[in-house]
């Protein structure tokens, strides 16, 4: 997939939005997909850390999102992907005018995001437990072919976390030092069982790097993200609003 | 002779040392033999542990990378228990894959239905754009997966401890006709290690017979030809895995030309028993004396045969 592919609406690199966008604009740009004015936490849990991802972290452009030094960014949990698809507009991956279409017959942009439809978007995700095992796989291939300097990421949600299939990545990235593989965790505690000792230890007892951060603080999350963890992965846990409040 | 796998083994260690490109997945089993090429490529023979899920994951990612990722293990293993791992990791991500499975049908009875994975090949007929290799012998297997390896397709490799006797000059391409039988005569369609029965079966007996490597896609020209000029038609099918699991192929191969099907193949009913390939072989009617009773019994009842 490059960003050249036209897709079934034929998206072209001509058509991307030359402007800036900031995190301000991200309300307006999702109620272009849902209608709505204003979004509850759950529609925008995971926009700060993906905002910040895009905005400062990870080294990726329009231009360079079919770059093989790129960096991955994998959203796992595909569920609401309105504020990922918000940034992938703001940010040029996307032309704004697609997003009034989200879910219709004539979009690309689904409920849950295709990778072969949309450039810029590393997989497609819908199902829960994926992501993560994809990323270390990416991240695997990367380093198999001598590439050191791009870095993987997996958004998961802790809920998503459930899945035992993270369980199999979580320990087996733990236990081989994968250093380019990185997680960030969207705590909005939605999981109905919870989890004795945290999220945080379980991360740490598989060997992981782990910081756990307001996702809400831009500056909190960017000290997060950009964190030395040198031969460890690296966990970013995300607490926000819990989705029931 | 060694085995299918041992060719595996073997022939995948020797390409890794050619084709950067390649890289080996497995989940614990199978990785004593990879031990030398894990030592010369420690990045490109990766072991995830007893995690399937990881395996066909981890392969996912490798092929998103651009590599050719070789994903092993027992078939139940590698198809069935992560299923969806290969629908939306490969499949639905566009990513591509060789899955080479081991003990797929009754290659070990004595270890009971969990080491059994008779609907392999039906589960991957419900999904897009899966090449299906069923090789007979050690030296066809080492061609399939060769291919295998150099395309950028979805290919799924079933090996087996049962094998023919003699390799044939097998292709990807389709199958070969390897005897012609009379206008009225059946076309038996045999699959991989169950040539060499198929063909003592049918000892003095008038038939076509079609053997299958690549059974997907399924070789509708073959079929066809096979029954070309016929008002109506009698086929075979003689598959190592689930019985009847070719049926709607072979519906397909041939929609317009009037057909009976005798679908032989594994039982859908648990065996519920132990012993030796040769034992359950015969419990399923795949042995030499159980073909050759189906099929003559089929063949004697055609109107063809009047």
Do not use: C
């Not at chain 1, 951060?213 to 999350?221: F, I, S």
């Not at chain 2, 991957?124 to 291919?147: C, F, K, Q």
């Not at chain 2, 015969?282 to 099929?295: F, N, T």
């Amino acid at each position: 997939m490059t960003n050249t592919t036209a897709g079934p609406t034929g998206i072209q690199r001509a058509e991307l939005p030359e402007h800036a966008f900031t995190f301000e604009d991200l309300p307006r740009l999702m109620s272009l997909m849902t209608g709505a004015e204003k979004h509850g936490p759950a529609a925008t849990s995971t926009a700060d850390a993906v905002w910040v991802l895009y905005d400062r972290v990870l080294r990726v452009s329009p231009e360079t999102a079919g770059s093989p030094d790129r960096d991955r960014f994998l959203l796992s949990k595909g569920h609401g992907p309105m504020a990922y698809y918000a940034t992938l507009a703001a940010k040029g991956f996307l032309p704004v005018g697609l997003l009034p279409g989200f879910g219709s017959w004539d979009s690309p942009l689904g409920h849950h995001p295709d990778r072969t439809l949309l450039p810029g978007v590393e997989i497609s995700s819908g199902s829960l437990g994926h992501g993560l095992p994809l990323a270390v796989g990416s991240a695997l291939g990367l380093r198999a072919q001598g590439r050191r300097r791009p870095s993987v990421w997996a958004l998961v949600g802790d809920a998503e976390l459930d899945e035992g299939s993270n369980d199999e990545a979580i320990e087996f990235a733990g236990a081989v030092g994968l250093d380019s593989l990185h997680t960030v965790v969207i705590d909005n505690r939605s999981a109905s069982h919870g989890r004795p000792g945290g999220l945080a230890d379980r991360f740490e007892v598989a060997g992981w790097s782990v910081v756990e951060v307001d996702g809400r603080d831009h500056d909190a999350l960017y000290d997060a993200y950009t964190r030395p963890h040198p031969g460890r992965p690296h966990a970013v846990i995300a607490r926000v609003e819990p989705k029931t409040s | 002779m060694d085995t299918m796998r041992e060719r595996f083994t073997a022939v995948t260690s020797h390409l890794l040392d050619e084709d950067p490109r390649l890289a080996v997945v497995l989940a614990e089993i199978g990785a004593d033999g990879f031990r030398d090429a894990a030592a010369r490529h420690p990045d490109r023979v990766v072991n995830v542990g007893i995690r399937e899920q990881l395996l066909v994951g981890v392969g996912g990612g490798l092929a998103l990378t651009g590599m050719r990722p070789v994903m092993h293990t027992f078939a139940s293993f590698l198809v069935e228990r992560p299923f969806e791992q290969v629908k939306l990791d490969l499949g639905h991500q566009g990513a591509a894959g060789v899955l080479v499975s081991a003990n797929a049908s009754y290659d070990w009875p004595a270890g009971g239905f969990t080491h059994m994975s008779p609907g392999d090949v039906a589960l991957l007929d419900t999904l897009e754009g899966w090449t299906v290799h069923v090789p007979g012998h050690p030296d066809e297997a080492e061609t399939l997966l060769r291919h295998a390896y150099r395309t950028d397709e979805r290919v799924y490799v079933r090996l087996s401890l049962q094998s023919n006797g003699t390799p044939r000059p097998v292709s990807p391409d389709g199958f070969l006709t390897l005897r012609r039988g009379s206008a009225q005569a059946p076309v038996v369609v045999a699959v991989g290690p169950l040539l060499d029965a198929t063909v003592a079966a049918l000892a003095g007996v008038d038939a076509t017979v079609l053997y299958a490597t690549t059974v997907r896609p399924f070789d509708h020209r073959a079929l066809r030809a096979a029954v070309a000029g016929r008002t109506a038609a009698d086929v075979v099918l003689v598959e190592p895995y689930l019985r009847g699991t070719s049926s709607a192929a072979v519906a397909e191969a041939l929609h317009d030309t009037p057909h009976r099907l005798l679908a032989l193949g594994t039982a859908r009913e648990e065996l519920r028993r132990y012993g030796q390939p040769a034992d359950h072989l015969r419990a399923h009617g795949l042995d030499a004396a159980g073909l050759r009773k189906s099929i003559t019994a089929f063949a004697g009842r055609s109107p063809a045969a009047d």
